[in-house]
């Protein structure tokens, strides 16, 4: 079976440029998540979607949106990119089961540049 | 931000030896996991434990949950080369929000 996938694995863009990531869950998940981990820390959590249909979002700007498809998978578009925006953007896959086991499958990860 | 801090952020051993790493956290948690980075790239779980857990082991992976002291362990028995990684503890919290929290992670360095 298919793991999580991500598209594309990297990408250079300009400051003020838009950028948009994708995400395709494993089969029969139907919660996606993403995570931005920049260099040296821990993921950061920036949406939670189940049924999609957003159901969390982190501490990140208006900058930063997300949706997912019919078929579960989804997309993670920032505009007007900064500097900071420079990181590895996560997507992850789950059941969203009931609380306590709540177990999610990460996929390799976008490598976003901005210059 | 970050929930919790790992302890200690780098580990350098032998292979062979016994790795211990320390997880703190902040709030009361449905759960912690643990998980691996090898370079920067995807996630990898290796084990979750629930709050009203103490121990669990996975293979050579024994982790342990102080809900009290609001931290756990991880320790890799008998390292080998390919554990080599970053090894991150995260946290589902009991209010509101599905979301997992990380900490900052530690590196560890298994010397062949």
């Known amino acids: 079976d298919a793991g999580v996938t991500q598209s594309p694995t990297h990408l250079i863009k300009t400051r003020g440029q838009h950028v948009t990531l994708r995400c395709s869950p494993i089969?029969?998940?139907?919660?996606v998540s993403w995570y931005q981990q920049v260099l040296g820390q821990g993921p950061q959590f920036i949406f939670q979607?189940?049924?999609?249909?957003?159901?969390g979002r982190g501490n990140f700007p208006d900058r930063f949106s997300a949706r997912q498809f019919p078929n579960y998978s989804s997309e993670l578009n920032v505009n007007a990119l900064l500097l900071g925006d420079s990181a590895l953007y996560l997507c992850?896959?789950?059941?969203?089961?009931?609380?306590?086991?709540?177990?999610?499958?990460f996929g390799p990860g976008t490598r976003l540049t901005v210059t | 931000s970050q929930q919790g801090e790992e302890d200690p952020q780098a580990l350098s051993i032998q292979e062979g030896e016994n790795a211990t790493m320390n997880c703190s956290y902040k709030?009361?948690?449905?759960?912690l996991q643990w998980y691996r980075q090898n370079s920067g790239r995807g996630l990898v779980h290796l084990i979750l434990?629930?709050?009203?857990?103490r121990e669990k082991h996975s293979g050579r992976l024994r982790v342990t949950l102080d809900t009290s002291k609001k931290s756990s362990s991880l320790l890799i028995t008998a390292s080998r080369a390919a554990d080599t990684a970053s090894y991150f503890c995260?946290?589902?919290?009991?209010?509101?929000?599905?979301?997992?929290?990380f900490g900052s992670g530690t590196r560890l360095q298994v010397q062949p």
């Open positions: 992850a896959s789950s059941l969203l089961p009931s609380a306590g086991t709540y177990e999610q499958y």
């Open positions: 089969s029969g998940h139907k919660s």
């Open positions: 979607y189940y049924e999609k249909e957003e159901r």
């Open positions: 709030t009361s948690i449905n759960n």
């Open positions: 434990i629930r709050s009203n857990e």
């Open positions: 995260a946290t589902e919290g009991d209010t509101g929000r599905r979301a997992l929290t």
